[in-house]
């Protein structure tokens, strides 16, 4: 086959245009939930202080929550027609557990999200703060809800529980059927929990960090000092605290990625032959012909000791495993889940050390400090979107996992058998340009308008006049002579008050 006719694979097309959609769409969720949760304490402490700078801060973030919010939306509506498009053959076999897992998703979690949104984004002066308090927490929660079922429907597919393959004849066509036989053990299948927790601190890291990025760029420039400060501490706390433990949900679920999809970890890991001692990699690159990981940096016996806790632990190898699961794309697997672990450690090792620098008073004097905030919020995204790379390419060739039993494979979808019959490749092939020129629009667009919304900053509280001559206001420097906020000694009218 040549290598123009392997582009054109109407499987390979499919894949790609499905990553293509959804790792744009993904770049919104995580940043929702991350920043919902940081309007909840922005708020909760307003409500508990009356402090009128933590009001200012939660109606900026709301500003910026709303934006990405709508961004989420409108690119995950593409995202879902093309199981019917593209994937009909997968749409018809996993019917029965995505509509229950969606419909839920519908009534728990979209309903909750959508029906408090108007009252987050208008109600600020139309209603009191502990309603408007309630309705941020409601979105909050919706946003978190939803990410369960759309998160328990993905485990499903690597670790398939409660559910049984059953054959139906339609029109003398014999098709198979994943039908639910235990909702709750499909709800709790053996991933849900610790792919859920992972996908939440991811969200929370990204949100912190996002909320991070503003700040500090305000700082650099001398903006909105007071606001920034509060802002970028909470954001620090929020992801020191999550990254920390996102250490520890990654080796559990390494851990549980090796016990059910042991040709996953393999690759993951780059690990070609079954040995004990097995090292862990550091670096390097997988070369599936000489079965080697070339230029690799590695720690002998680390891996064994991560899985089993002893060293001397056998792991078996992609060479043995292929035969029963087959053998995932090995180099893009290793590539982005090491990419994704050392991000991680990246943002260990400058949250400790810029909260060690907030201990010490000095963390907003030190400028090459802040410019590292000021970009670490895309190796957040990049975190977030390689995370699910080697998560969805290290389960190939399943769109739906097997089970094996006595080493025999039971149930599972090939990704090949998954896609439409009807259609062809050059239809997938244009349609892959035009949403990739439609995306590219709406990610200037969404640049535009955040960068907007960040030139123009927080409408900060003015501290209040009610009772003061305008001679004093004047001398004071609260105010100048069209109502504006205005600045003292160099620094923002914010701090001072």
Request: hydrophobic fraction near 50%; proline fraction near 4%.
């Amino acid at each position: 086959m040549s290598a123009l006719d392997q582009l054109m694979d109407v499987v390979l097309l499919s894949r790609l245009q499905f990553a293509l959609t959804i790792m744009f769409h993904y770049l919104f969720p995580p940043l929702t939930i991350g920043l919902g949760v940081i309007l909840v304490y922005l708020e909760g402490m307003f409500l508990r202080t009356g402090d009128p700078l933590y009001e200012g801060a939660a109606r900026f973030w709301t500003k910026i929550f709303g934006l990405n919010f709508a961004m989420g939306v409108v690119t995950g509506i593409v995202m879902e027609f093309q199981f019917g498009t593209n994937w009909a053959v997968y749409s018809r076999f996993v019917g029965d557990v995505f509509g229950s897992a969606l419909a839920a998703e519908g009534i728990f979690a979209f309903f909750l999200e959508s029906g408090f949104l108007a009252l987050l984004l208008f109600g600020w002066d139309r209603v009191g703060p502990r309603m408007h308090f309630f309705a941020t927490v409601m979105v909050a929660i919706g946003g978190i809800f939803s990410s369960v079922w759309i998160t328990v429907a993905n485990s499903w597919q690597q670790t398939p529980a409660g559910s049984e393959i059953r054959e139906h004849i339609v029109n003398g066509e014999v098709f198979l059927r994943a039908e639910i036989v235990d909702f709750w053990a499909l709800v709790f299948n053996p991933s849900t929990v610790h792919r859920l927790i992972h996908v939440w601190l991811g969200a929370f890291i990204l949100g912190a960090f996002f909320v991070m990025s503003i700040s500090a760029w305000y700082l650099l420039h001398g903006r909105h000092r007071a606001f920034a400060e509060r802002s970028f501490t909470g954001g620090l706390l929020l992801a020191t605290v999550c990254s920390l433990a996102q250490l520890l949900s990654g080796d559990l679920q390494a851990k549980n990625v090796a016990r059910h999809q042991p040709a996953k970890l393999a690759a993951m890991e780059g690990q070609y032959e079954t040995q004990t001692h097995a090292p862990l990699y550091l670096f390097g690159s997988p070369d599936d012909q000489t079965g080697t990981v070339r230029y690799a940096i590695r720690i002998p016996g680390l891996l064994s000791w991560l899985l089993h806790g002893e060293s001397a632990a056998e792991v078996p190898g992609l060479n043995d495993l292929e035969k029963t699961w087959g053998r995932p794309p090995v180099w893009l697997t290793f590539q982005s889940y090491h990419l994704m672990i050392w991000i991680g450690f990246l943002f260990i090792g400058s949250t400790l050390y810029a909260s060690f620098l907030w201990w010490r008073g000095t963390l907003f004097d030190r400028r090459a400090v802040l410019w590292f905030f000021v970009f670490a919020v895309i190796l957040a995204f990049v975190a977030n979107e390689v995370g699910w790379v080697a998560a969805e390419v290290g389960r190939q060739p399943w769109i739906v996992y097997p089970t094996v039993v006595n080493g025999v494979v039971t149930g599972g979808l090939r990704t090949s058998d998954g896609v439409s019959e009807s259609v062809e490749a050059g239809q997938v092939l244009g349609s892959i340009i035009m949403f990739g020129l439609i995306y590219l629009l709406l990610f200037f667009l969404w640049l535009m308008i955040l960068n907007d919304k960040i030139q123009k900053g927080p409408d900060l509280p003015r501290r209040s006049t009610q009772h003061t001559h305008p001679f004093l206001e004047a001398a004071t420097g609260l105010v100048d002579h069209t109502g504006s906020l205005t600045e003292e000694k160099g620094r923002a009218p914010e701090e001072n008050g």
